[in-house]
């Protein structure tokens, strides 16, 4: 999505497709993540909580048309949500190939914000990677932070409320980011910030108090006229991606 976005401003295409795709098709994956203890012992992404053991896999497929705004007004599309800015980097040396590195992740971000003209203090929701282990999760709060705190320069009447769509169905790897896109795009247009689950004690290893931050249990609805997102994608690999998105209208 980051490069279409690209293509789309350089005048390299005049619409674009993005997209992700997790089907599984045999068992040696889920076997070496098993292995690995990578893997909930029951099923459930639970993160962000005291009781995130690691994450579920899910299948799944998505994809997302993309426009110059221009051009869609013109057409007549049905614009869904405007894409503000994004970034892409790498994590660089880290404790290892699982171990994110949070100072990377700090950067991603605010790369995007930059590139979107957007301040963190107009971001109202956050989609993170938000795998649900011990030892990611606490990284990329502590990353969000870094970017959108101190508590003092938020209104704590309007928390930075941030979940994962990976509790919803489970962390669908290779279609992991465009899942969280395509929810933020939904939140975006319908007003309405969806539940996250499994979040019953919040984890200790994470400084809450650091974070004017909320995690949506239930519905609720986003009343502003301005609704701003920012969605995370950090890969096994070490690549981490930040898209900035809002409502179009």
Same mark, same amino acid.
């Given at each position: 999505?980051? @490069?279409?976005?690209?293509?789309?401003? #350089?005048?390299?295409?005049?619409?674009?497709?993005?997209?992700?795709?997790?089907?599984?098709? &045999?068992?040696? %994956?889920?076997?070496?993540?098993?292995?690995?203890?990578?893997?909930?012992?029951?099923?459930?992404?639970?993160?962000?909580?005291? %009781?995130?053991?690691?994450?579920?896999?899910?299948?799944?497929?998505?994809?997302?048309? @993309?426009?110059? #705004?221009?051009?869609?007004?013109?057409? &007549?599309?049905?614009?869904?949500?405007?894409?503000?800015?994004?970034?892409?980097?790498?994590?660089?040396?880290?404790?290892? #190939? %699982?171990?994110?590195?949070?100072?990377?992740?700090?950067?991603?971000?605010?790369? *995007?914000?930059?590139?979107?003209?957007?301040?963190?203090?107009?971001? &109202?929701?956050?989609?993170?990677? &938000?795998?649900? %282990?011990?030892?990611?999760?606490?990284?990329?709060?502590?990353?969000?932070?870094?970017?959108?705190?101190?508590?003092?320069?938020?209104?704590?009447?309007?928390?930075?409320?941030? *979940? $994962?769509?990976?509790?919803?169905?489970? +962390?669908?790897?290779?279609?992991?980011?465009?899942?969280? #896109?395509?929810?933020?795009? @939904?939140?975006?247009?319908?007003?309405?910030?969806?539940?996250?689950? +499994?979040?019953?004690?919040?984890?200790? +290893?994470?400084?809450?108090?650091?974070?004017?931050?909320?995690?949506?249990?239930?519905?609720?609805?986003?009343?502003?006229?301005?609704?701003?997102?920012?969605? $995370?994608?950090?890969?096994? $690999?070490?690549?981490?991606?930040?898209?900035?998105?809002?409502?179009?209208?």
């Amino acid at each position: 999505t980051h @490069l279409a976005m690209q293509a789309l401003r #350089l005048g390299e295409c005049d619409l674009a497709l993005s997209g992700g795709t997790n089907l599984f098709f &045999g068992p040696q %994956t889920h076997i070496n993540f098993c292995k690995a203890r990578m893997l909930a012992a029951d099923g459930h992404c639970k993160t962000f909580a005291a %009781t995130a053991d690691g994450y579920a896999r899910g299948e799944g497929i998505g994809v997302i048309v @993309l426009k110059r #705004l221009s051009d869609a007004e013109r057409d &007549g599309d049905n614009i869904l949500a405007l894409l503000r800015g994004s970034a892409v980097n790498q994590d660089g040396p880290s404790g290892g #190939l %699982t171990v994110p590195n949070g100072p990377s992740q700090v950067k991603v971000i605010r790369a *995007a914000l930059d590139n979107a003209n957007i301040t963190p203090e107009q971001v &109202g929701y956050i989609e993170a990677h &938000g795998t649900g %282990t011990a030892l990611g999760d606490p990284i990329e709060m502590g990353a969000l932070a870094t970017v959108f705190g101190p508590v003092e320069k938020r209104n704590l009447n309007e928390p930075l409320r941030v *979940a $994962s769509v990976k509790t919803n169905f489970g +962390h669908l790897e290779s279609a992991a980011g465009i899942a969280g #896109l395509i929810k933020a795009i @939904l939140s975006v247009q319908q007003s309405e910030i969806f539940p996250h689950l +499994h979040f019953t004690q919040p984890s200790k +290893h994470i400084n809450w108090d650091a974070l004017a931050v909320a995690i949506p249990t239930q519905f609720i609805k986003w009343s502003a006229a301005n609704r701003i997102a920012g969605v $995370s994608s950090f890969s096994f $690999s070490g690549t981490n991606a930040h898209i900035v998105l809002s409502n179009y209208n």
